[in-house]
């Protein structure tokens, strides 16, 4: 599986945009990019992901460079239920894979 | 929306014991996921199941079996219970949405071996 790469942690303000950043230097054309998060105590949470093109839900906004070997996941708005840890996972297509993860970015949200 | 449904929510056990956890996955799910999240780690990957039938291995002790039954869901059996095996252990299920894989986790089994 390729790796992602990710800062250990973030710190931002309540009701500012946050930008959590994952390099993948070694994706591949098939590898979709997801982010997952995990509040404390709780079952991993998807988020979003995509594939080439920029991505936008409810939830947040997935920007991927044109090389592909970065993404930034934006939250536009932070709240405090916010904080989590953040997983930057790249997933082969190849049916039904496993999600593997590594370090995530532990996001604080200061009040 | 159903959710991911994972039972017991929590569990205490003596060394050398056994513990049955179960998952039972969203309808239509076909694949399913076991992970393991020790305190202050990452969740690791077990095992997972697609259709029935064993799909992908992971770190997963011998100790530790796995099966999906008739109904999907699934259940982890873990024997001879080690204070190390002291972990969350989160279920996932998984099926093709948009395109590509959606996967949805379950809120977890807290296993506490004393």
């Known amino acids: 599986d390729a790796k992602t790469t990710q800062p250990n942690s973030m710190e931002s303000n309540e009701e500012e945009p946050v930008h959590l950043p994952c390099n993948h230097s070694t994706i591949s054309g098939t590898d979709y990019i997801h982010w997952y998060r995990q509040l404390p105590s709780q079952g991993p949470e998807y988020v979003i992901h995509g594939l080439t093109s920029n991505v936008n839900n409810r939830m947040a906004s997935l920007a991927i460079a044109e090389d592909r070997k970065s993404s930034t996941l934006i939250l536009h708005r932070a709240t405090l239920r916010d904080a989590a840890v953040y997983y930057c996972?790249?997933?082969?297509?190849?049916?039904?894979?496993?999600?593997?993860f590594g370090q995530g970015t532990r996001l604080t949200i200061n009040p | 929306a159903a959710g991911v449904i994972q039972s017991p929510r929590h569990l205490i056990k003596e060394k050398r014991e056994t513990a049955t956890l179960k998952c039972y996955p969203i309808p239509r799910h076909d694949t399913v996921y076991w992970y393991q999240q020790g305190p202050g780690q990452d969740p690791q990957f077990l095992i997972s199941?697609?259709?029935?039938?064993?799909?992908d291995k992971g770190s997963i002790p011998d100790r530790f079996s796995a099966q999906q039954f008739s109904d999907y869901h699934s259940e982890l059996n873990m024997s001879s219970l080690e204070l190390g095996d002291s972990a969350l252990y989160f279920c996932?299920?998984?099926?093709?949405?948009?395109?590509?894989?959606?996967?949805?986790f379950g809120s977890g089994t807290r296993l506490t071996v004393v």
């Open positions: 199941f697609y259709e029935k039938m064993q799909s």
């Open positions: 996972i790249l997933r082969r297509d190849q049916g039904a894979q496993k999600l593997v």
């Open positions: 996932a299920s998984s099926a093709l949405v948009g395109g590509d894989y959606g996967y949805t």
